[in-house]
């Protein structure tokens, strides 16, 4: 039942932009968006999550659209060292659940960065 | 150590036979997820612990896998009789409480039954 709609896969050029997209069209308002990424059989690896407004860290940034309805990771300047599996997640989120609710994953989007 | 710590990194074990993995979270981190993940396929959510309160387990695909966690840090994920559909990399992760917090995995522990 996963909440969120992503391509399958993807190919982006070494050194280029990376946009990943996802669809969320029922997030509801307490939902927050995660993205993971899985490099062969490893942990997931987090990357950046949010509620509303964009966010940006280190390793990438997050557009969410103002309804809220979908988003786009963007990695900058994509290296090879970036081929992963790429996981979009609709987390809920509530002060009765201490903030803590289970991941659950969907089949994410396989980039493929290309020399 | 910095991140969510797993052993062992790989087990081999035989059919029926038992098989224990640990976890040990992110010091200061009350909430503990763990999933498995078979070759080519997706995380599949198999318990979680948060604090004192009574477990999440609705993820355990059958009795013969528990859980527990002792003074609400280390975790073992024990796998009775082993089969070898239970052949697959067991993934922990945990994190601290609040809004919007950030869940961190460890490196998996994987297990293969023979």
């Known amino acids: 039942d996963a909440k969120t709609t992503q391509p399958t896969s993807m190919d982006c050029a070494e050194g280029r932009a990376a946009n990943l997209p996802c669809n969320h069209s029922?997030?509801?308002?307490?939902?927050?968006v995660y993205w993971y990424r899985q490099i062969h059989s490893q942990g997931p690896q987090y990357i950046i999550h949010?509620?509303?407004n964009n966010e940006t860290n280190e390793m990438a940034s997050l557009i969410i659209t103002e309804d809220r309805k979908s988003s786009t990771l963007i990695l900058p300047h994509a290296t090879l060292r970036d081929t992963a599996v790429y996981y979009c997640?609709?987390?809920?989120?509530?002060?009765?659940?201490?903030?803590?609710?289970?991941?659950?994953f969907g089949t994410g989007t396989r980039l493929t960065i290309i020399p | 150590g910095a991140g969510v710590s797993q052993s062992p990194s790989n087990k081999v074990t035989e059919k029926g036979k038992d098989v224990e993995l640990r976890c040990d979270p992110i010091?200061?981190?009350?909430?503990l997820y763990w999933y498995r993940q078979s070759l080519g396929q997706g995380l599949e959510f198999l318990i979680y612990?948060?604090?004192?309160?009574?477990?999440?387990k609705s993820g355990l695909p059958s009795d013969r896998f528990s859980a527990e966690r002792t003074g609400g840090s280390v975790s073992t994920l024990t796998i009775q009789r082993t089969q070898q559909e239970d052949s697959a990399v067991y993934l922990c992760?945990?994190?601290?409480?609040?809004?919007?917090?950030?869940?961190?995995f460890g490196e998996g522990s994987w297990l293969t039954v023979v």
């Open positions: 992760a945990s994190s601290k409480t609040g809004l919007g917090n950030t869940i961190y």
């Open positions: 949010g509620l509303k």
């Open positions: 010091s200061g981190h009350t909430a």
């Open positions: 612990f948060q604090g004192n309160s009574a477990p999440d």
């Open positions: 997640i609709v987390r809920p989120s509530s002060i009765s659940n201490f903030g803590n609710e289970k991941l659950t």
């Open positions: 029922t997030i509801s308002g307490n939902e927050y």
